[in-house]
């Protein structure tokens, strides 16, 4: 299904552009990334933890990051799981690095 795909893309490109100000710091940073697409919902509540501790980048990552948890809570459970694998594998890929 190529819209599930490009989709996908436009989540996970979401995702990269707020990653750095949102982990900066953060010793795990796919851990905690993982930790807020486990379940079936975007954990918001975690999320919005994790902003707190860059309150100079809140602005700029929060309505991003609201956007990828509605959209993770809208995908199907497979869109789901392969998510969470692309992120298993890039954490591996940057610990080779």
């Given at each position: 299904m190529p819209g599930h795909h490009t989709s996908l893309q436009r989540l996970t490109q979401g995702l990269r552009e707020v990653g750095p100000a949102l982990f900066h710091g953060v010793p795990q940073p796919h851990e905690?990334?993982?930790?807020?697409?486990?379940?079936?919902?975007f954990d918001r509540e975690h999320a919005l933890g994790l902003a707190a501790h860059q309150p100079e980048q809140a602005a700029r990552t929060l309505p991003a990051l609201l956007s990828a948890a509605d959209y993770f809570d809208t995908m199907?459970?497979?869109g789901q799981r392969r998510l969470r694998r692309l992120i298993l594998r890039h954490g591996r890929l940057a610990k080779q690095a």
């Open positions: 905690e990334l993982l930790a807020l697409v486990w379940g079936p919902r199907a459970a497979e």
